[in-house]
């Protein structure tokens, strides 16, 4: 696959792959063979809450504008904290005045998640509120949760948890303080969503150029608008072409006729 380096995301993501290549105990991110804009990750819960033992997979979509504007997270192991296949954004919490930053990066974004977890949901669209104990049996199934897209089971991805994950798991907790995670409004994001994967998925195996790498959601989406107005356009110039020609061929038989009536002409 060939990558048009010469694009700030591609740039980014190339470097950020590369430094993520070696699993973490608390996390492992890369991207998918075929989309550089769609990474899936593995996270452990956070040590001392409800998921600790916990190992959780999901997908990271990342916008054309990356690191302008903030990754997209969807969990696909149930964790009774975040509904599955929900979009969650990353968004700005209210004790911070800050925003996602350019100089973040996934790594943020999941060391953010981790530390987050444990928060309350407080009644936020997509997150759940599930007991302890339904948290707790959650996180002992969630090992054996297997990826249909990786083909890897979430026990086989990490390697064990040390000592030595105590300052991600500090700054894990830090970032969570900065950061919040909500779900997108189920009517603009969750009916759109699927389809435009669909189509995303259908449009990198026919054209596979490196203009394609940029398949985002916003860009196909402008995409499919740009050739719905192209068909109108040609459309609009077939008709003109044909009213033209009618109009010149009755121009044509005007004036033959003026010039057959002349009668200098003879
Ligand atoms: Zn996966």
Redesign the pocket.
């Known amino acids: 696959m060939s990558f048009n380096t010469r694009c700030p995301a591609v740039k980014r993501l190339l470097k950020e792959a590369q430094e993520l290549s070696q699993s973490a105990e608390l996390f492992y991110a890369q991207p998918?063979e075929d989309n550089l804009f769609e990474w899936?990750?593995?996270i452990r819960g956070p040590p001392e809450s409800d998921f600790q033992g916990g190992i959780y997979?999901?997908?990271i979509l990342l916008p054309a504008e990356y690191p302008m504007k903030p990754p997209s997270i969807i969990l696909?192991t149930p964790n009774g904290r975040f509904k599955v296949n929900e979009k969650i954004c990353l968004s700005i919490s209210g004790h911070h005045p800050e925003t996602w930053l350019p100089s973040w990066s996934i790594r943020t974004a999941l060391l953010a998640l981790i530390g987050f977890m444990p928060t309350m949901g407080e009644g936020a669209i997509g997150s759940l509120d599930y007991s302890c104990e339904e948290r707790k049996d959650l996180a002992l199934k969630s090992i054996n949760f297997k990826?249909?897209?990786?083909?890897?089971s979430n026990s086989e991805i990490l390697p064990e948890l040390t000592d030595k994950s105590n300052e991600d798991c500090a700054e894990a907790r830090e970032l969570a303080s900065q950061i919040q995670f909500k779900n997108s409004k189920p009517s603009e994001e969750q009916k759109s969503q699927p389809e435009l994967t669909r189509r995303n998925v259908a449009s990198s195996s026919s054209e596979n150029s490196s203009a394609n790498l940029q398949t985002n959601v916003p860009p196909v989406d402008n995409r499919i608008q740009t050739s719905t107005t192209q068909a109108n356009n040609s459309t609009t110039l077939t008709i003109m072409i044909v009213l033209s020609g009618l109009f010149i061929f009755l121009l044509l038989r005007r004036i033959y006729l003026i010039v057959d009536r002349d009668p200098f002409s003879v």
């Open positions: 998918l899936h990750f593995t997979h999901g997908r696909l990826c249909s897209v990786c083909n890897v």
